[in-house]
């Protein structure tokens, strides 16, 4: 696959733009993915994605073609997502529980002609809960928990994508996950 | 935690992946031993287990076709460019086809002047060019954008391009009689001149 990314972005930097849409179809659940675990709800996960692609779009030709496309795609999207968050209120938090579920609420399940079965219905609810805590976190241990359980990178991929020093990265994922452990273990 | 930071910083250490053989044997060895620390273990374990657990997101089907929607227009030379490099063969022959026509219309546009094959005995009267009764006329005769009379005789072929040639009762042409006048007889006309000048290269390098 990385050599055929590699063909698209040479084509793209050749002012191809159809090649682009195999690079958006690669990898548009991973940053929709980022998006809306640390934003919180859909629509600024598509948002952010599509902010992100267009940005990678624009500014290709500065993408160093030996380093890995998606790491530099991760980092405009990683930022873009914090960028969004510092934005935001410090009370945007209290209602992310509602904009999290965002047309996928545990009512609306409940109301639909199948009821879902035990199991499935918890582990709905556990979703919900692991959705929320993650929201919970402060924003410099979201992205690095983000990107190391959600997205499964590792820890130099982290460290080059937030641009930051592997032991901060170690750092911020140790207090994340004990963060984490305090909210989830009983669940 | 009643336990030593050191343990803890362990069980990271292990969690990341990045705990070397004699550092995982301590862990295990304490943790045997030490029930808060086993249970301490267990939740990040289970953590770990519960985060990357949640389901994976799918995007919006129709996420690619409106990021390329909001992409800035490329530019028209690239749109031609990727036409080229789609169908080279039909781009190939396309080139070619206007390359050679646009040639052709120019010489036939720059040859529509009235011009006549030099010979000393010709009689050129405005634009027609008579071969005088009782003359021999020694070589190909060609004529442009002009009538020809043959009064005399000509030792050769006569070619009449673009006008009218009129053999008289006593006049004699000992070569070939061409009249070129459509723009694609002239280009056959040509191609023939050019093929019979190769084979006159070939004879040449003969003899």
Redesign the interface.
Known sequence: MDALIKKRIKQVI?????A??DI??IY??S???LG??MLGN?HE??DI??EA??RA??NIKSFNQDLKFSTWLFRIATNLCIDRIRKKKPDYYLDAEVSGTDGLTMYSQLSSDSPLPENELESLE??EI??KE?LKLPEKYRSV?VLK??E?LS?NEISEILDMPLGTV?TR??RG?EA??QQ??Y? | MKCEEEIVELMHEYLDEEIDPQNEMILREHLKGCKDCEILFNEYKKTIAVVKGTSRMQAPPNLTSKVMARLPKEKKKVGMQRWLRNHPLIAAASLFFVLMMGSVFSTWNQEREFSVSKQENLVVQNNTVIVPEGEVVKGDVTVRNGTLKIEGEVQGDVTVINGKQYLASAGNVTGQIEEVNEVFDWIWYHMKKTALEVIDIFDENEE
């Open positions: 050749k002012g191809d733009q159809d682009f849409a958006v179809e548009s659940n940053i929709y993915q809306y675990r859909r996960a598509e994605a599509q692609f267009i779009y624009v556990l979703q692991v959705q993650i928990i359980y959600i499964e820890l170690k994922i140790h996950r984490l452990r989830l273990r669940v």
